[in-house]
Structure formats: structure tokens, C-alpha cells
T-cell receptor, first 115, second 111 residues
Framework: NAGVTQTPKFQVLKTGQSMTLQCAQDMNHNSMYWYRQDPGMGLRLIYYSASEGTTDKGEVPNGYNVSRLNKREFSLRLESAAPSQTSVYFC??????????????FGPGTRLTVL | KNEVEQSPQNLTAQEGEFITINCSYSVGISALHWLQQHPGGGIVSLFMLSSGKKKHGRLIATINIQEKHSSLHITASHPRDSAVYICAVTTRNTGGFKTIFGAGTRLFVKA
């Protein structure tokens, strides 16, 4: 089992460029999440998907879009990157199914710099 | 005020010392998590608990629901324990659950 995989590991963008961060999990989890991590702050939820076909905004959704392509894959898109989106992005998954919270499993992260 | 507060922010210990990291929260929770983030950046879940105490190897996590407080203890600390330790709480919201993360405690264990 690979767990949660993310691509790319590193990316540098210029302001205004677009890109998609990819995430996949092979644990048959229903819930998937995108977080950003900034220095001195806790992980903040950008978007999440409780099941295939559903997505919901988290705490900091502005400037991002997501797609839950199937049960395995959950992508995060920056349509027009801004320097404020420089951050480390983590994808995570869990099997909580809305009944009870479960452990979240994290990908290795994507370090994004927007110039 | 953040809903999840950790203390201390930074901690340096000598190898072999007993370490305690504290977490206080201000919301009703369904579960509390302790996670470890190594210098390489990867995040691993250590514990999920909703009451009492859990132990795994040299790590012990406790929670006091009435006081809204949890502690993570490391016995016989080792340089390989150097990492950022993150406390997070899961609360119920419409449609499911929401997890709120603390800012983390950076631990450095000297040989």
C-alpha cells in the first residue's frame, strides 16, 4: 500500500499561473482533505470531500477549486496563483464516513512557491 | 484566541529526559489527535483518543474531557524524537466532522 500520494513534491509558479495538485489514496477511504500549512500556524482546511461526488469548503477556500474525480483521487487547482498561496499543501484521507471521526492519513506534502 | 492551544511552542531536552507537551482546547470534541511531523515534513498520526489514556512504546497520551486538556508524554527521550508534535481536535458539524489543528510544539532532543 502506498497510502496517500501527492504530486508534485515541489513547484515554483509565477503570479497568475495555474496548476493542479494531485492526490490519490489506496486505502478505500471515503473522506479526503486538502490543507495548507504556513509557518507558526496550524494546518488549515481548504476543501474536503466526504464521499465521491461531494466537495465542501473549509476554512480557507478562496483562490482554490477541487475535484473528487473518483473515490481514490482528489485534486486541488489554483486558477491564478498569488504570492499569498505560497505554502506547503497536504492531502489527507480518513474512513470516518460521518459516523465517527477516524485517523487521518497524510500525504508527503507539496511545497509551493509563488513569485 | 485559537481554539486549540499548545505549550510550549519550542522545547529542547537532553537525551533520556521525560518530556511533556500540553494541549488545551475550547470546543466540544468528538476526538483528540496527536500527530508527529518530522523535519522532512511528513505527518504521522500517533494517537486518537476521546477519554482516558493511551500508550504506544515510549509515548503516552492522556486527556481530561472536563478540563479540556490533553498531554503527550515521551519517556526516555531520544534524538530521533526530535520533531514537531501537533495536537488536533475533531468536532462534529453539519454533515460530518471538522478537525482543528494546533500550531505545534517543536521538540529538539540533544544527544
Amino acid at each position: 500500500n502506498a497510502g496517500v500520494t501527492q504530486t508534485p513534491k515541489f513547484q515554483v509558479l509565477k503570479t497568475g499561473q495555474s496548476m493542479t495538485l494531485q492526490c490519490a489514496q489506496d486505502m478505500n477511504h471515503n473522506s479526503m482533505y486538502w490543507y495548507r500549512q504556513d509557518p507558526g500556524m496550524g494546518l488549515r482546511l481548504i476543501y474536503y470531500s466526504a464521499s465521491e461526488g461531494t466537495t465542501d469548503k473549509g476554512e480557507v477556500p478562496n483562490g482554490y477549486n477541487v475535484s473528487r474525480l473518483n473515490k481514490r483521487e482528489f485534486s486541488l487547482r489554483l486558477e491564478s496563483a498569488a504570492p499569498s498561496q505560497t505554502s506547503v499543501y497536504f492531502c489527507a484521507s480518513s474512513d470516518d464516513r460521518g459516523r465517527a471521526p477516524d485517523t487521518q492519513y497524510f500525504g508527503p506534502g507539496t511545497r509551493l512557491t509563488v513569485l | 484566541k485559537n481554539e486549540v492551544e499548545q505549550s510550549p511552542q519550542n522545547l529542547t531536552a537532553q537525551e533520556g529526559e521525560f518530556i511533556t507537551i500540553n494541549c488545551s482546547y475550547s470546543v466540544g470534541i468528538s476526538a483528540l489527535h496527536w500527530l508527529q511531523q518530522h523535519p522532512g515534513g511528513g505527518i504521522v498520526s500517533l494517537f486518537m483518543l476521546s477519554s482516558g489514556k493511551k500508550k504506544h512504546g515510549r509515548l503516552i497520551a492522556t486527556i481530561n474531557i472536563q478540563e479540556k486538556h490533553s498531554s503527550l508524554h515521551i519517556t526516555a527521550s531520544h534524538p530521533r524524537d526530535s520533531a514537531v508534535y501537533i495536537c488536533a481536535v475533531t468536532t462534529r458539524n453539519t454533515g460530518g466532522f471538522k478537525t482543528i489543528f494546533g500550531a505545534g510544539t517543536r521538540l529538539f532532543v540533544k544527544a
